[in-house]
């Protein structure tokens, strides 16, 4: 679509969010909306006149459908990033007072998009595949693109042309550990990806000795966000591989997370 | 903030969502984060290396916090926008399957602030103040600014400084039939202010028979979106009254509005 | 076990709840407990003294686990029992304001289980198998019972073992409706057995020309409560076929059932 | 009420659960019940047939209203009730995997009311005041009763009058630490009153240095369950001291609590 004031094209880089959505074991029951209050319930024109209201209510774990990782979300060796130590003071039954993701500011960046898929020949890398710093020195080349500091990097592989396909969505391919200390190196403001969980799931690495190795390095190390579940394929298609990315997080005070639809603006 | 391209100054018009903040009645029980995923659960440096995960989950009605109501939010006489009846083909007990929140493209429009506010010279409207038509066409003339078709108009009368006085923010100001039929006569994509309820909370509209009446013809009427509970301090304390409006609902299908963080992007 | 007062054998009717327990379709996303209350979240032994506190919350259908359905929970023509239109006035947002399970007494009552399982010498019946009134007939009489006015009627399946397989549960046998509708003829306080829904799922009875007859008839003709998800296999073990029957749903107001941990008491 | 076989009277102990309800702060937001299928939603006479469902979703703090407290709700500088360590393989985001609400067998037990607010001639005793010893051992005087081991004891303060005035009845009466030690001594299975919080609110014992001293000897140091919120005023009233009293806890796997709905049954 092109935005209302005239010009520019704007790439939605956000999924539908459905009770049905692919969700990953630790954030079940995962998302479900609920309509309670009905038109039909109040409608009485006598007395309230013609108006009337519909509402419900949204159930859902902060890690599911297209989100940002806000930095309390991992720990390394229980300190959060910048040394903060996991106690009391910073971690509560009712979320974090030190690195939540109200402290994110809204995302207006300069963003890129690595192609992994294309760069293949792909539509979607194979289930398990994790993308090596090769590929993303690759895309850079072919695209015509280079990491900097303060940007957003969004690397395709293509999964999320399997949204409406849980099992296959979940099963996907990932970034490998390599890959997300060669994209730190460059200090973008955050990544994304159009996988469930960044890193390749349920693969431990064998120097960090944990799984979700990005997570550990991106979040907790380097202070970098990570965006999951992204849909790059209308972005893809049309070929934009340097754009505007605006990302603006809910202010959810002390989440480790939140639910966005970031989009990228094509010739800001 | 500056956005981290380097120029424009970004104006976030979120407010924190916790908790604590003021809520319709309604919409109880409000918006609630909990964390139950802690750090130390998991943590096993043998087995699992030094990476913890923490996350919780969110319980929350959707016109809670700074939100945009989505066009099935209201019907006149059963009828929602456009002459849709409501019928259980169209509201299900998971929401719309016509007009919910995420037919909501994202929107990038320009964006006009008219602080009647600053123009009556007051801090805050008083409580069940209504705005007018001419509070609205002086702000135009003072600022000289116009609203356009496909535009988004802010609102501002001030209550936005009483969010943590859940009381006294509840009670506070609105726009008036009369001044919403005379923006909707504009054809603005969305409008937005800094209160709960954009109408004055409470007061029926003899020519409409029903309360809020805004929400009738902005919404059911003219299909024009309404964003509530925004912050508007710091870009009236900046007197930037044109900017970029970006604002980006969650696609929660089926759903009668989204909690979104708008911002206002100077100098596009 | 034996009551604390030395007598009676008490049997617990109840399955255990967890989030991977069967659910319905439609009554998704089921069941879920999140403790967000962590001991150590205040544990502060120089200010609060050695004391900590854990809790957590409670997400769930009504309709999930052992539970005991409410006479509003179904209408005939839109009709509640007694005749009761369904309309603004009884049908809430906030649920029912006639026939919600807080109507329901505390049961405590004569309790007969009619195990048409052993009765057929059979483990468990068959996939979606129709208790007939023959079946109930035959038990009735190969026991020495007979379904009593005010009393309770407890059907064994056998299904009750397949509770930790959720699609073998669900496909489970069921109660046809003229077993339903000789069991209503007898006037019971109530019916249970050891399956999802009472009836046969997703069979359509072409007499009555709806899917779970039993639910019709039972409900919304008779008023006589349907119990659901019953464990019954060790009150059948231990050959007991009369007891007194407690049940106790919890007065959800407005409510269309409640979970329930009903007893067995036996020589009471 | 009378049971349904005829001879007992059966006394419902639960409080009605609505939103309104008394809540202790950590409990926020307390208890919800949304109804979201209404009947008109599925009504299809042709295809569906004359029957129609309608349910919710519960959302509740384990414990609000009418409740019984497991033995892992609470904690002995980390150790639970038999020593057990409070760590990951105990305490888990899903809840305890020992003494969770789910090893509460039912409970059918001996049970006697000291009706203190009674014996002192008054309605209810004043926010605030602290059931003493002497208060109980003149209750058992007066009454003719004894604590029994294996037993359960209810303490009436008279405070359940006040369940729709939340102020009120939060501040409430409660029992003194000296009380609860009392009757912890005289080994009953379970003790419950007619407060929030069994214990005096908010006040600092001077021995044990904690709040809810009564918490934290009679579930972390004696094994004993607490039942909160009951609602007495009718048994009182009806001058029955002595009871069958039956209490079935819901197997929540894992739970710190569970809402209950107790009955006291007269000559068993």
Redesign the interface.
């Known amino acids: 679509?092109r935005?209302?004031?005239g010009g520019?094209r704007?790439f939605?880089l956000?999924?539908?969010?459905?009770?049905e959505m692919p969700v990953y074991p630790?954030?079940?029951?995962?998302y479900?909306?609920?309509?309670?209050?009905?038109?039909?319930?109040?409608?009485?024109?006598e007395e309230?006149?013609?108006?009337?209201?519909?509402?419900?209510?949204?159930?859902?774990?902060?890690?599911t459908?297209t989100h940002i990782d806000a930095l309390?979300?991992?720990?390394?060796?229980?300190r959060l990033y910048g040394g903060i130590p996991?106690d009391?003071r910073v971690?509560?039954?009712?979320?974090?007072t030190r690195l939540g993701v109200?402290e994110i500011?809204?995302?207006?960046?300069?963003g890129v998009l690595l192609d992994v898929a294309s760069a293949r020949g792909v539509d979607c890398l194979e289930p398990g595949y994790a993308v090596t710093v090769s590929d993303l020195e690759e895309c850079c080349a072919r695209q015509g693109v280079a990491v900097e500091p303060?940007?957003v990097v969004l690397v395709r592989t293509g999964n999320a042309r399997h949204w409406n396909d849980p099992d296959r969505y979940l099963a996907g391919p990932g970034i490998s550990a390599d890959a997300s200390r060669w994209l730190a190196g460059a200090r973008p403001?955050a990544v994304g990806a159009d996988n469930m969980a960044w890193d390749v799931p349920g693969v431990?690495?064998p120097e960090?000795?944990?799984?979700?190795?990005g997570?550990?390095l991106l979040l907790?190390r380097y202070g970098i966000y990570i965006i999951e579940n992204l849909m790059l394929e209308e972005l893809a298609a049309a070929g934009v591989h340097r754009f505007?990315f605006?990302c603006?997080?809910?202010?959810?005070?002390?989440?480790?997370?939140s639910?966005?639809?970031?989009?990228a603006?094509e010739s800001w």
């Open positions: 679509m935005d209302s004031a520019a704007v939605d956000e999924q539908p969010r459905t009770a630790s954030h079940r029951p995962g479900s909306y609920l309509l309670h209050r009905h038109h039909e319930d109040e409608y009485d024109p309230g006149g013609p108006r009337t209201s519909a509402s419900g209510v949204i159930i859902c774990m902060e890690h459908g309390c979300h991992q720990s390394d060796a229980l996991v009391g971690q509560t039954s009712r979320g974090f109200e500011p809204p995302i207006v960046a300069r303060g940007s403001l431990k690495d960090l000795g944990c799984t979700l190795p997570h550990l907790a505007r605006v603006t997080p809910l202010k959810l005070v002390g989440a480790t997370g639910p966005v639809r970031p989009v603006v």
